[in-house]
């Protein structure tokens, strides 16, 4: 009888492992982030994918666990929700600098319960700026802000017993490099980070345990200018934050023994100006004396001086939201060239954004200069002069010996590095260039059957990866490098495809926040280094309302948008009070920026947009987002009072901007882009609006004229009104205006102007011409949304519910596009042959989709074979302008049917 009781014990052993292997949880995070060190109590949410074979699975109930490294629970819960992403953690208070460990299981509509998932982990942080015990200090002799050597700071330190963890907390005024015992701490570039320092400053947390040893233990931290007092904006302004670096140092061990040992920054430390670093610039470049490389520290030599303790709030001081910067991509060089005028230039065949990296012998004492650049002349010489005042120079002094020589403090945009100074042979192996962005996981993937539209998606994507430092900058190469509002309102839908920007623009919009002026308005860049006056340009200033919006409906993060809610409505309320006869007609616009416009222009071909018909769809745009964040944080009160305000600003719209016969006062593709865009004509009058936009594209040859505001919303107007061919035309157009023009003409990233390079080979104006800056790779957007067919649907955002709705043309034999969500990868790829239209999908566990097949209203469908009027798992929706719509659960799907004559 025992036997047969162990038995049906091992059998219901054994069936449970089934069920329980049906469905599984795996890619756990926090706050978007896996396994994060570091993160404040604020607001801690848990997220996780569901994994499963079966059709039309979703999840029933979850249960998530939080423990202490001694198994104490300090929260564990069940709840029936197919919530699964950003789940609110609700348990006991939790500690300061404490690792608390997680698990979550889940059970399906099918009855299967998961096994509990691995074991992830979190670390809190510093709580109050009472955890701090650390001093800031700063060099003993003040610098006055003048550009010279990175100081080193310096401490050694002894510890009786063996390491049983060990944590440093640090951040700089400048940006910091940490050492302990001669080994790099992290692999973090450019911390602690750019943020609007005097009301953000980040500090990093990392776990050290392995870089100590017990006994004598040293550790060096070296301090360069960058963003904090480092050459900013334009034409060499410094010390915009403060004149002195300082650091910021609290190393907190805790001993095997039981003894707990602090190493603060204080007045013990010292700190040297004769390291290797000799200059440092993120526009001008590093000059690094590598016969000064510190073999080891000797704190009594006459060049270590005490360092002096400064008392500086540490209430600024806050945990990183996004992503640090670090390598990525390394390239070989493509060729090695030999000019016209006889210079050595290296092409690396992709403009790219980071350094090069050197490998030499040659004489102690010689100079070595690397100098950057993104395109060569018509000529084949070295071209710079778009850089302006930015040097992008990093020069090496050699030391005799095999040198592996790359900068700290400093990052180029080039794809060319001019090389002088070396008087060996130059060879392939010699050089490499690293990529360095901010630590973003790849997310989109898009293709088709055209290679040259192919092309324009890579460009799109390293436009992104160069400009996505730390802050969206809009070009990287020349004194600018800021984070321009406009550019990243314009390509943020786009970038949230090719790139989980989650974190990313989390830590940008709330240095936007912190930003924005106690009067609403907001500024033209983020972080704010400009005058006020320049604030508040439509476009600009309307990223306070777009990207919180966007990012709900890419995240489906409702904490996002109720953080950014105030800031969303104290922008439009500035813009309510500064308005006349409810018209936003004042103050600075940039307006629709680098449109097209012709030189000596006599028959009014320059497709200008008047500023203020602009800035009033922006006005009538932002007030439509904030009436949509109050619906969704259910602020009825709000809603009613910004509808009312919607409808008077449209009004206002119809009687300044637009004739009784539907035409606008400004005649051009960028005003009837946005008009039609952003709903500001009555229903009656779009047809007609669109109309009128179609013959504006053909009057032009099938060409865009639109500039940096019309560009985002061009084909998606064009598609929305039933002109797909048209902008399939714009999209394959190869002459200039034009997505493909650059790329015809060798580009490998998007260009700051339709014509950086001129068809006779010369440049635009030397004054702005980025050749990396990616504002107009904003068809990304489109290309998913509506070539390859992957969109949200609004009503359950962060593609919790999916739309599959391809839109063949542009004689496209195929289209495809992924997107790894917060739920798991979804995929649409379609081909087109012999009259044959096939459509494979995916939809991940714990969603649903509906699916639209494009001219499929009579044929017969099949889904791997079978017809879908038979398949109790696909719902056919009723007819849309002769499109069959499908309603499915997870899972995969193979569909196929005739296109009928």
């Known amino acids: 009888m025992g036997k047969k009781i162990i038995l049906l014990f091992i059998a219901a052993l054994i069936s449970n492992l089934a069920l329980a292997q049906k469905i599984s949880v795996a890619d756990l995070k926090i706050n978007y982030k896996i396994n994060p060190i570091g993160i404040d109590t604020t607001l801690i949410r848990f997220s996780w994918k569901l994994k499963s074979a079966t059709k039309q699975t979703v999840q029933k109930s979850y249960e998530v666990k939080v423990y202490t490294g001694d198994k104490a629970v300090v929260w564990q819960n069940k709840v029936e929700s197919d919530q699964s992403v950003n789940v609110h953690y609700a348990g006991a208070t939790l500690k300061a600098k404490t690792r608390y460990y997680w698990q979550v299981r889940v059970t399906d509509n099918y ?128 010390n915009l934050y403060g004149k002195e670096v300082a650091l910021l140092y609290q190393l907190e061990i805790s001993l095997t023994n039981g003894s707990k040992i602090v190493v603060n920054s204080d007045g013990t430390w010292k700190s040297s100006m004769e390291g290797a670093i000799k200059k440092s610039d993120i526009y001008n470049g590093e000059t690094f004396d590598a016969r000064l490389i510190p073999s080891t520290i000797n704190l009594n030599a006459a060049d270590w001086k005490l360092v002096k303790a400064v008392d500086y709030d540490k209430g600024n001081l806050v945990v990183p939201l996004g992503p640090a910067v670090v390598k990525h991509e390394t390239f070989v060089p493509l060729n090695i060239i030999k000019t016209p005028k006889g210079e050595t230039v290296i092409d690396f065949g992709q403009n790219l954004v980071g350094w090069v990296k050197l490998s030499l012998k040659g004489n102690n004492g010689d100079t070595i200069t690397l100098n950057h650049a993104e395109v060569l002349d018509k000529a084949g010489n070295f071209y710079i002069e778009n850089l302006r005042n930015a040097k992008q120079e990093n020069k090496y002094i050699l030391t005799g010996k095999d040198d592996v020589l790359e900068p700290h403090f400093t990052f180029q945009g080039f794809r060319y590095v001019k090389i002088t100074g070396y008087k060996g042979t130059l060879d392939k192996s010699n050089l490499s260039a690293i990529a360095i962005y901010s630590d973003m996981k790849p997310t989109g993937e898009f293709t088709s059957s055209n290679t040259l539209v192919n092309q324009l998606q890579h460009n799109i994507q390293w436009g992104q990866r160069g400009n996505f430092l730390d802050v969206p900058t809009d070009c990287p190469q020349r004194d600018e490098r800021l984070g321009w509002t406009g550019d990243a309102q314009v390509f943020f839908s786009t970038a949230a495809f090719n790139m989980d920007v989650s974190g990313f623009f989390s830590k940008w919009l709330a240095d936007l926040k912190v930003d924005q002026h106690a009067n609403g308005n907001i500024p033209v860049v983020i972080p704010d280094v400009r005058k006020p006056v320049n604030a508040g340009s439509a476009g600009w200033a309307d990223v306070s309302t777009i990207i919180p919006w966007n990012y709900y409906l890419a995240y489906g993060d409702k904490d996002l948008l109720a953080r950014q809610y105030s800031s969303m409505k104290a922008f439009v309320d500035y813009v309510k009070s500064i308005s006349k006869d409810n018209l936003w007609n004042s103050g600075p616009h940039y307006g629709d920026w680098l449109f097209y416009s012709v030189n000596d222009d006599k028959d009014g071909k320059s497709a200008l947009t008047e500023k203020y018909l602009i800035a009033q769809i922006f006005y009538a745009a932002s007030t439509q987002n904030v009436i949509n964040a109050a619906k969704v944080l259910q602020n009825d009160e709000d809603v009613a009072n910004y509808e009312a305000l919607l409808a008077i600003i449209k009004a206002a719209f119809m009687k300044e901007y637009v004739t009784p016969s539907g035409k606008l006062t ?155 969500t917060l739920y798991g990868e979804v995929m649409s790829a379609w081909k087109l042959a012999d009259n044959k239209f096939t459509l494979d999908v995916i939809i991940p566990t714990n969603t649903s989709a509906n699916i639209i097949l494009p001219s499929s209203a009579n044929a017969k469908v099949t889904d791997n074979g079978q017809e879908i009027e038979k398949l109790n798992y696909i719902k056919i929706m009723g007819l849309n302008t002769g499109e069959k719509t499908l309603s499915v659960g997870s899972g995969t799907y193979h569909i196929e049917y005739s296109l009928l004559k």
């Open 111 to 238: 009855k299967n319960t998961s096994a509990w998932s691995e074991v992830n982990f979190f670390e809190i942080s510093m709580l109050n700026k009472t955890d701090w015990t650390a001093s800031w200090i700063e060099t003993a002799i003040p610098t006055d802000g003048k550009v010279g050597s990175a100081p080193m700071f310096a401490k050694q330190f002894d510890l009786n017993g063996e390491i049983k963890s060990a944590r440093l907390y640090i951040t700089a005024h400048g940006l910091y490099e940490a050492t302990l015992n001669g080994k790099r701490v992290g692999n973090e570039l450019f911390t602690p980070g750019w943020t609007s320092y005097n009301k953000r400053l980040q500090y990093q947390t990392y776990d050290v345990s392995s870089l100590l040893k017990k006994g004598t233990n040293a550790t060096l931290v070296t301090l360069g200018d960058g963003w904090y007092r480092g050459n900013l904006e334009f034409n060499n302004k410094r």
């Open 666 to 820: 400004s005649n051009s593709q960028t005003a009837y882009v946005l008009a039609l865009n952003f709903d500001m004509l009555p229903e009656n009058m779009r047809a007609q609006a669109a109309g009128r936009l179609v013959e504006n594209i053909k009057q032009y040859n099938n060409h865009l004229t639109t500039g940096f505001l019309g560009t985002p919303y061009l084909c998606h107007v064009l598609s929305r009104f039933g002109y797909t061919d048209v902008a399939y035309k714009l999209l394959l157009q190869e002459t200039y205006p034009s997505w493909l023009y650059p790329v015809k003409m060798g580009a490998t990233t998007i260009w700051e102007r339709w014509d950086g390079i001129k068809t006779d080979g010369s440049f635009q104006a030397i004054s702005m011409n980025s050749f990396n800056h990616y504002a107009y790779g904003a068809i990304g957007d489109w290309m998913y949304k509506t070539v390859a067919g992957i969109n949200y649907n609004s009503a359950e955002p962060g593609y919790k519910k999916i739309t599959i709705a391809p839109k063949p043309g542009g004689n496209f034999t195929n289209a495809s596009a992924k997107l790894e």
